[in-house]
């Protein structure tokens, strides 16, 4: 019979396992262990705490009426012991003890269990570049990382931060910095930016909106080293390509998981090198589980390991942990890999397999790229969104999904993530009963559109080309015509300045098709391509054999242009 229950680490996954476990079975004495000096509190928000969106750290570990949860509020309200600044050491198996240290005072102390949960969650990586050490260089992890970079914010005079890393954290904390109105340079050394997150495609349609916002993004270069000045503070980054002023550097280049502490114990990690547990959460100790960023996940598509660090995935794994604990049953079925950012004004989400993970994992792959409004174009304050698609092109089943723009995409990214889960196809997709006003979206929402486009594909009806695809034509001088089917003001007010473009508005197109070669390539679009698609169906009806049109249109061209789209 479980009566003892010990918890390291008290963020995510132990606060979560700590609450629900007394609320299970209130006789069992649950203690947490942590080396900080705040607990329970939201990590996610440090970047908006930085920004000032969040004025107050302490609402970052507060309940929505302003108490903090801190030792008191657990011992009171969740009836949990919480030790803070004190470090676990070494987990003694065979007499189930867990030795620890007060990092403030030395004192040794030793806390047993029945069963043991590690939420040790992960830690930064520091990449081996000479001047890393350097002042001012940071890191943002910890509650204490948000605190220390805000203050050194608050005593003003940083003109330029550069930042290592487009992940997640790197373009949240572009943004906050943005906001502090510095000069803001992101450092990539994939070739583009969330190169776990997006592919290509998406990602530079990301990058064209952060440069014209003034964010200056620098793919597929690498940092050599920091130079500091006679203070030890950084004053410039030096890359294989160019030397950048830095008065503040931010490192976001990933995350590992924390390990050691279980390493030492004999707890099997599994191939990623996170700790290796099965469907409720337990190490190869059964008395000893595991949850959180320390951990690594199923993924629910491929049933492959992964190792994708998520505060939500934290929270589930404390609650299956604790009703493992306390005699349920319930499995944790995996993960898709969800993850959305806000950067400035644009919305990012990503789930399930994007691209090139699709096709590393030998699926025969179908995509397409569709724009769409969030609401009726007429209801006031609607954005768009570009949504891209990947299914298998064998079964129609969907394999995932990314989505930006300005408009809501957290709405689009959970109806792909609850198909993904039921296994859905794309055409099963085109009859999900969603809600729908105008105030909320289209009658028929731009998710269905784009699995109704994506059906067109898979059944041969629509054909098209990427974007990236025609400016690879574009640039080896390919003849064909680019045929842009949009009104003349539209054209004016955007456009691809370059001869093989062709303006014939798609109200004209049926009287002008005397002035079209049949046997030509001919490449149709418009702002996002519905009217191109028409246009394409047109062509080929009237009997022009060679005729696509370009996925996304004038809204997903992320390459030169004349005027800007996202003002």
Request: include cysteine.
């Amino acid at each position: 019979m479980v009566k003892k229950v010990l918890i390291i680490g008290g963020v995510a996954t132990g606060t979560k396992a700590a609450a629900r476990i007394k609320r299970k079975n209130p006789e069992i004495e649950v203690t947490i262990i942590d080396q900080g000096t705040i607990i329970s509190y939201g990590a996610c928000g440090l970047p908006y705490f930085i920004s000032d969106l969040v004025h107050d750290q302490k609402e970052l570990f507060s309940t929505p009426i302003g108490i903090p949860r801190d030792e008191n509020f657990f011992r009171n309200v969740k009836r949990v012991a919480v030790y803070t600044q004190t470090r676990a050491e070494e987990i003694d198996r065979h007499n189930k003890i867990v030795k620890a240290v007060n990092v403030v005072t030395g004192e040794k102390r030793e806390f047993s269990y029945d069963k043991l949960v590690l939420a040790l969650g992960g830690v930064p990586v520091v990449p081996p570049i000479e001047g890393v050490n350097l002042q001012n260089i940071f890191q943002l992890r910890k509650m204490e990382d948000g605190l220390a970079i805000k203050q050194f914010l608050m005593k003003g005079g940083i003109n330029h931060a550069v930042i290592v890393g487009s992940g997640l954290i790197g373009l949240e904390m572009a943004e906050a910095f943005y906001e502090w109105g510095i000069e803001t340079t992101v450092i990539e050394m994939l070739d583009w930016v969330l190169p776990a997150v997006l592919d290509k495609d998406i990602a530079l349609i990301l990058s064209r909106y952060l440069e014209e916002k003034g964010i200056h993004l620098f793919t597929s270069e690498k940092v050599l080293r920091f130079e500091g000045n006679e203070s030890g503070a950084v004053k410039k980054v030096i890359t294989n390509k160019r030397e950048l002023p830095a008065d503040l550097v931010l490192l976001g280049v990933g995350v590992k998981p924390n390990v050691e502490l279980a390493k030492n114990a004999g707890i099997v990690l599994g191939e990623t090198g996170a700790i290796q547990v099965n469907e409720y959460l337990q190490t190869s100790d059964p008395d000893i589980y595991a949850g959180g960023d320390c951990v690594e996940n199923i993924h629910r598509i491929t049933g492959k390991r992964i190792y994708v660090p998520l505060g939500s995935t934290a929270n589930k794994h404390g609650r299956i942990i604790a009703d493992h604990i306390t005699g349920g049953t319930l499995p944790f079925p995996g993960v898709l890999g969800t993850a959305i950012c806000k950067v400035l004004d644009f919305n990012v989400a990503k789930t399930g397999l994007n691209e090139q993970e699709a096709r590393k994992e030998g699926f025969a792959v179908e995509t397409v790229i569709c724009p769409g409004p969030d609401r009726p174009h007429y209801f006031p304050e609607w954005k768009n969104i570009i949504i891209k698609l990947i299914a298998d092109r064998n079964d129609g089943r969907l394999l995932g999904a990314q989505i930006i723009g300005p408009g809501d995409v957290a709405k689009r990214i959970e109806v792909v993530v609850t198909a993904l889960s039921l296994k859905a196809s794309v055409k099963e997709i085109s009859n999900f009963d969603l809600a729908y006003a105008p105030p909320f979206s289209p009658a028929l929402d731009s998710i269905i559109t784009a699995a109704n486009v994506l059906a067109n594909k898979l059944d041969g009806i629509a054909k098209s080309i990427s974007s990236l695809q025609v400016k690879e034509k574009l640039d080896r001088g390919d003849d064909f015509i680019l045929l842009d089917v949009r009104a003349p003001v539209e054209y004016e007010e955007l456009r691809i300045e370059d001869p093989r473009v062709k303006l014939i508005p798609l109200g004209k197109l049926q009287t002008e098709l005397k002035n079209l070669p049949l046997d030509k390539e001919i490449i149709t679009f418009c702002q996002i391509s519905l009217r191109g698609y028409e246009a394409q169906r047109m062509l080929e009806a009237y009997g022009f054999r060679d005729v696509k049109f370009m996925e996304g249109g004038m809204l997903a061209w992320p390459y030169e242009r004349v005027g800007k789209l996202w003002e």
